[in-house]
């Protein structure tokens, strides 16, 4: 099982939309958490860290639910702008080790 | 301005013949990683390095060799490339616990 699971999508949106996808980690010591943007053979871009309580940055939801392992990354009111392929990212506490998903493939239409 | 770069961009090269790509960050960050991506396969790290003159193999060190004698650089070497080496190559540096990964804009080899 690999130790970082992502739905590869994709999801095809109109504009406006709200999208929202998981991730889910296996191993229990992962103790940092990010979602990253990629676009079309790009160097990935940090879009947000995912804090315990929850946070948000302007359209961007990020959610961590450690008693199920995932972490989720909501998009509200899509824009052209938001296609991209979005990356998870797991930080191990004891060797910190990083852990990448294989990437949620967004694409919103006009 | 805080970045991680690499070079070159673009390498086209032959089976074989010896290749370095250089990675250097000004951020003072401990920890650098070399990463390659291929389609479908998503990010997979080759190798990584907590410190200055410590690294570790990651999950596809095969073919590749590192070295870290000063903080700032992190070089990724290939001895003797072949066509499977074929790829999109990232090198990142993070600071201490909780920080995120930087990532240099890339390098795309192509071993004939």
């Known amino acids: 099982r690999k130790e970082v699971e992502q739905d590869p999508g994709p999801f095809n949106v109109p504009e406006g939309a709200t999208v929202a996808f998981n991730c889910t980690y296996s191993n229990s010591a992962s103790q940092s958490f990010f979602w990253y943007r990629q676009d079309c053979r790009k160097e990935p871009k940090l879009l947000m860290s995912?804090?315990?309580s929850g946070n948000e940055d302007g359209r961007f939801t990020a959610q961590l639910n450690r008693a199920s392992q995932y972490i989720s990354l909501l998009i509200r009111d899509s824009k052209l702008s938001d296609s991209a392929t979005y990356l998870c990212v797991v930080r191990r506490f004891d060797d910190y080790k990083l852990s990448f998903g294989a990437g949620t493939t967004v694409t919103v239409r006009a | 301005e805080a970045q991680v770069t690499q070079n070159p961009r673009y390498l086209i090269t032959v089976t074989g013949k010896k290749l370095t790509v250089t990675c250097s960050q000004n951020?003072?960050?401990?920890?650098m990683s070399w990463y390659r991506q291929d389609p479908g396969l998503g990010l997979r790290q080759i190798y990584y390095s907590m410190n200055v003159e410590v690294t570790d193999k990651g999950d596809v060190p095969e073919g590749y060799k590192v070295s870290r004698k000063e903080k700032r650089n992190f070089p990724l070497i290939l001895e003797s490339p072949s066509p499977n080496q074929t790829s999109l190559y990232f090198c990142a540096s993070s600071g201490p616990g909780n920080s995120p990964l930087h990532f240099g804009n890339g390098t795309r080899l192509t071993v004939t």
């Open positions: 995912v804090y315990s």
């Open positions: 951020m003072n960050h401990e920890y």
